[in-house]
């Protein structure tokens, strides 16, 4: 590997109360003898902008300080341009540091971790960017959308606050789902295409999926009743779920998931913990499209 001798460093100044971290690791950086510069940014589209032109600048390495949220960002600009990508995590769900076995140890350990050799890492390609973990939609993208309105608690705890909130409200989406070429009627209360196991902090919604096996994983909850419901989906923290008869699973190279009323209200597909865009989404899994530090896969 060829010595890292400049980094960026980008950060979210929302983790855990504000960017003390975040400088914490760029001191750390500096203090190993190599350069590194802190970019700040105070929205999403700041943070993106950021990462594009540390891209373009073709600079050593870009190490994300966060969560899931601006790993996506990071993996947006970064994906088959040969830049490594260090993670340091310090989000709420960490769930793309968790499939690639990033998450142990502390803040030394994760800064080594963000400079060491990089792996190779499949990523999902979509309409609509680039998506590191899981794509989903129905009960799981209602679930974010109220953890990320909660302030407490912290952590995966935060999800299963907000399922147990979100779960008077379980709805059935009328869907239709192909998986290279081949279609299936999926009216269900959850969907979810996977490019790594985890999603919501550590849940195993598509346990077989690997980061690098090429392929991504489909998991679909059928239209249950909330007493089913309540029965099958706590079985997601250890993958379980997928042995339920009203669960189907697909994997392939390309997954379209395409809304089958035409006409109805627009439904929403959510990504590593953030808005993705609307149905139809067209998901293909580019083999190696991310070079990640240190990651163990």
Request: charged share 20%.
């Amino acid at each position: 590997m060829r010595e890292v001798t400049e980094v960026q460093v980008l950060g979210n100044p929302a983790a855990r109360g504000g960017t003390g971290d975040v400088e914490r690791v760029v001191d750390e950086i500096r203090a190993g003898g190599r350069r590194a510069a802190l970019l700040r940014a105070d929205s999403a589209e700041a943070s993106a902008a950021a990462a594009r032109d540390a891209v373009a600048a073709g600079h050593d390495r870009l190490v994300v300080v966060g969560g899931d949220g601006l790993v996506r960002i990071a993996v947006d600009a970064v994906a088959e341009s040969g830049i490594a990508l260090g993670i340091v995590p310090q989000g709420t769900g960490n769930d793309f540091a968790r499939a690639l076995g990033l998450l142990d140890g502390e803040l030394d350990d994760h800064v080594r971790r963000a400079l060491a050799a990089p792996v190779p890492v499949d990523a999902m390609q979509t309409n609509h960017g680039w998506v590191a973990s899981v794509a989903t939609v129905g009960f799981s993208g209602d679930v974010t959308d109220r953890a990320n309105g909660l302030r407490w608690p912290r952590g995966q705890q935060r999800y299963t606050v907000a399922t147990v909130l979100q779960l008077p409200r379980l709805r059935t989406i009328h869907a239709r789902i192909t998986v290279d070429g081949t279609t299936h009627d999926a009216d269900t209360t959850m969907l979810s295409v996977g490019n790594t196991a985890y999603f919501g902090g550590g849940m195993r919604i598509c346990p077989d999926a690997e980061p690098a096996d090429g392929l991504l994983h489909a998991v679909v909850i059928g239209d249950v009743g909330r007493g089913t419901f309540l029965r099958v989906f706590p079985r997601v923290f250890r993958g379980g779920h997928v042995k339920h008869p009203d669960v189907a699973t697909y994997r392939g190279r390309a997954v379209v998931v395409e809304a089958a009323d035409a006409d109805g209200p627009a439904v929403e597909m959510w990504a590593d913990g953030d808005l993705l865009g609307p149905l139809p989404v067209t998901c293909e899994v580019v083999p190696s499209a991310l070079r990640v530090a240190g990651a163990r896969i």
